[in-house]
C-alpha cells in the first residue's frame, strides 16, 4: 500500500509528500507554486525557463527565477540544447535558491523543438546526456530531468534515454510517456513509466492524467514510482491537489473558490506587474468557476470586466462570505509576501 504522505529524497533533497506540481508554462507562476504546497505538494517546480534569456540577462527571464522562501522544496525548470549556456543557467537557478535544477527535454512545441531544445533532445542521447553531465558538474543541487516518451507514437526512446541520463549525473527523472506528436491527446501510458522505474536506480515521478487519489494510488503501485506529478487537474483547482494527496476531499464553497481565487489574483498581480496579470489571468477565472461552481454566463461577465478591481469587487458581490476568508489567507500568507522578491541575488542581474 503506498502512503502519499510519506516522504522521499531526490539526493539530499527531502520531499515531504509523494505528490508534485507540474511545470507549466503560462500556470506556475509563483502564486501557484505556494498555493500547491500550501495544498499539500511536496515539490513544486517552476514553467520552463530559456537558458538562452538567461544567459542575454533578459528582464522577464530573470523574473523566473524569483523564489519565496515558503516555496520550498522548489525545482525551477530550464531548456536550452547548448551544454555550456545550460550549465551557466543552472548556477543562476542555484544562485537564486532553489533546490533542484530541473532540465526540460519534453517540451513538444515547435518554436521550442526546432533550436534542439525540448522533447528534440529525447532523439539526440549524446547530446542530451552530455548536457545533464555538464549541468551536473556545474551545480551542487541535484539535477532531474522531465521527459516525454519520444517524439513519435509508441516511441521507446525514454527507456534508452533513462539510464544514460542517470549515468551522466541525473538524480531523478519525471516522465510524461506521451510522445511529442501526441501532444496531450490520449492516455499517458504508464506501462512505460514502469519499464523506466526498473531500469534505473533513482527516484521516477510518473506524470500524466492523475486527476484523483485513486489514479495516483494505483499509478503508484503499478509503476514503483516515487511519486505522482500533477497537472491540468490543479489548474484553478488546488483543492484537487488535497484529494489527490487524501483522497475524500468534497468540493469547495462558493467563498473558499472565492477567496483562493481572490488571493491568486492579487499576488499575482504583484509578481507580474497589474498590466501583464490583467491578460494573463484570464484563463484562470474559467478554471477555478467551472466544475458547476458559477454559471457560465458569470466568467462571461468577469472577461468582459477591464480592471481587476472590477473583477474583485463583481467576486464579492458573487459570493460575500469570501472577504472574511480572504482575509484570514492573507494573514497566514504575511510571512511570505515579505519576501516575495528575495532569493534574486544581485549577481544575477550583474550581467544585463
Ligand atoms: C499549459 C501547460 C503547460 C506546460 N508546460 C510545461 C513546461 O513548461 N515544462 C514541462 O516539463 N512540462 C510542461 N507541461 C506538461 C506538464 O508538466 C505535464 O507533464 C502534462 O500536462 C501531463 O500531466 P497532466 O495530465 O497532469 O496535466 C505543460 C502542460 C500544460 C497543460
Redesign the pocket.
Same mark, same amino acid.
Request: glycine fraction near 12%; proline fraction near 3%.
Given at each position: 500500500m503506498v502512503n502519499l504522505h510519506e516522504s522521499w529524497w531526490i539526493g539530499a533533497v527531502q520531499i515531504p509528500t509523494r505528490v508534485v506540481l %507540474?511545470?507549466? %508554462?503560462? $500556470?506556475?507562476v509563483q502564486a501557484f507554486r505556494r498555493q500547491g504546497r500550501r495544498y499539500g505538494a511536496g515539490l513544486v517546480c517552476s514553467?520552463?525557463v530559456s537558458c538562452a534569456g538567461l544567459e542575454h540577462r533578459n528582464e522577464r527571464t530573470l523574473d523566473y527565477l524569483r523564489v519565496a522562501r515558503d516555496e520550498h522544496p522548489l525545482a525551477i525548470?530550464i531548456?536550452g540544447s547548448e551544454p555550456r549556456v545550460m550549465a551557466e543557467a543552472a548556477r543562476m537557478v542555484e544562485a537564486a535558491g532553489a533546490d533542484l535544477v530541473?532540465v526540460?527535454f519534453?517540451?513538444p512545441v515547435r518554436k521550442v523543438t526546432k533550436t534542439g531544445a525540448g522533447a528534440t533532445l529525447l532523439e539526440d542521447p549524446v547530446r542530451a546526456a552530455r548536457i545533464v553531465e555538464t549541468v551536473a558538474g556545474a551545480v551542487s543541487v541535484p539535477v532531474s530531468v522531465?521527459m516525454r516518451r519520444g517524439l513519435e507514437d509508441g516511441s521507446r526512446a525514454c527507456l534508452d534515454l533513462g539510464p544514460r541520463l542517470v549515468d551522466a549525473g541525473a538524480a531523478s527523472l519525471?516522465l510524461?510517456p506521451?510522445s511529442a506528436r501526441q501532444m496531450?491527446t490520449g492516455e499517458?501510458d504508464h506501462a512505460l513509466t514502469a519499464e523506466l522505474v526498473q531500469l534505473v536506480d533513482v527516484p521516477v515521478v510518473a506524470?500524466?492524467?492523475?486527476?484523483s487519489h485513486a489514479k495516483a494510488r494505483e499509478v503508484l503501485a503499478t509503476t514503483g514510482a516515487a511519486a505522482v506529478? $500533477?497537472?491540468? %487537474? %490543479?489548474?484553478g483547482n488546488p483543492w484537487a491537489v488535497a484529494e489527490i494527496l487524501k483522497g475524500g476531499a468534497g468540493e469547495p464553497s462558493r467563498e473558499e473558490v472565492v477567496a483562493e481565487l481572490l488571493l491568486f489574483v492579487r499576488e499575482t498581480v504583484r509578481e507580474l506587474g497589474e498590466q501583464r496579470a490583467t491578460g494573463f489571468l484570464k484563463k484562470f477565472y474559467g478554471w477555478y468557476l467551472c466544475h458547476g461552481r458559477f454559471p457560465k454566463p458569470f466568467k462571461q461577465e468577469l472577461l468582459q470586466l477591464r480592471t481587476i478591481a472590477e473583477v474583485e469587487q463583481r467576486l464579492l458581490i458573487a459570493a460575500p462570505g469570501a472577504e472574511e476568508l480572504l482575509e484570514r489567507l492573507e494573514e497566514d500568507h504575511t510571512a511570505g509576501e515579505e519576501v516575495l522578491l528575495e532569493g534574486l541575488p544581485i549577481s544575477v542581474y550583474g550581467g544585463g
Open positions: %507540474a511545470p507549466m %508554462a503560462g $500556470v506556475s514553467e520552463m525548470q531548456f530541473d526540460n519534453g517540451c522531465k519525471t510524461h506521451r496531450y499517458a506524470s500524466g492524467d492523475v486527476v506529478m $500533477v497537472g491540468r %487537474a %490543479a489548474q
